[in-house]
């Protein structure tokens, strides 16, 4: 074999490697985190619905996932994490609340907040099945993991503009309203 190959090998294996291998506050997360334990101890009740919750709750929008990218988006004031779960994965309320937007920005990111008296909660590249005004209780159904807007793969290349099939996630940005201060949206669960 050529070398060039080899190395191109090894350069896609490695990445591969690092995509499993996530880094998240310095500390490597080498599988999936389990469900937050506030919701592991208690019983789903049947179907759809979901206990009550009081307003200041939070709960990832994914029963399962991995951490796809830890804190970022500093530079467009978001303090937001990436969590990926697979296309079409349900996406569930994080928090208790009303849908204040339901919209697609100028990058065609697909852009969804829900708030509450505590948190603004905003989601993107999802499919969306709720509408401003619905009120939610925290576990709803609110849509599925998409790729929609400014996804990449891991070179970079755009997914969704240019058909291709890669970067489905869910990036997750958290207003805590009382300190008016973006919050990691992992701290808010452990």
Known sequence: ??????????????????????VLDGEPQREALPAPAAESTQA?????ERPATAPGDFRL?????????????YEYGHAAIDLGA????????????TVIV????????TI???????????LMH????????????IGDLIGS???????????????????RDCGYHTHLNVLDKMSGQNVNPLDLVR
Not at 61 to 73: A, E, N, R
Not at 126 to 137: K, M, S, W
């Open 1 to 22: 074999m050529h070398r060039s190959y080899l190395m191109t090998l090894a350069a896609v294996m490695w990445l591969s490697l690092a995509a499993f291998i996530l």
């Open 44 to 48: 789903q009740p049947a179907g759809d």
């Open 61 to 73: 929008p994914y029963d399962q996932y991995l951490i796809t990218q830890g804190v970022h988006g």
């Open 86 to 97: 697979g296309e079409g994965a349900p996406l569930y309320a994080p928090i208790s609340g």
């Open 102 to 109: 339901n919209t697609v920005d100028e990058l065609q990111n």
């Open 112 to 122: 969804l907040v829900i708030e509450n008296q505590r948190y603004a909660v905003t």
């Open 126 to 137: 999802g499919i969306y099945t709720v509408a401003p005004g619905d009120p939610l209780t």
């Open 145 to 163: 993991e998409s790729n929609q807007g400014n996804t990449q793969d891991y070179d970079g290349v755009p997914c969704f503009y240019y058909g």
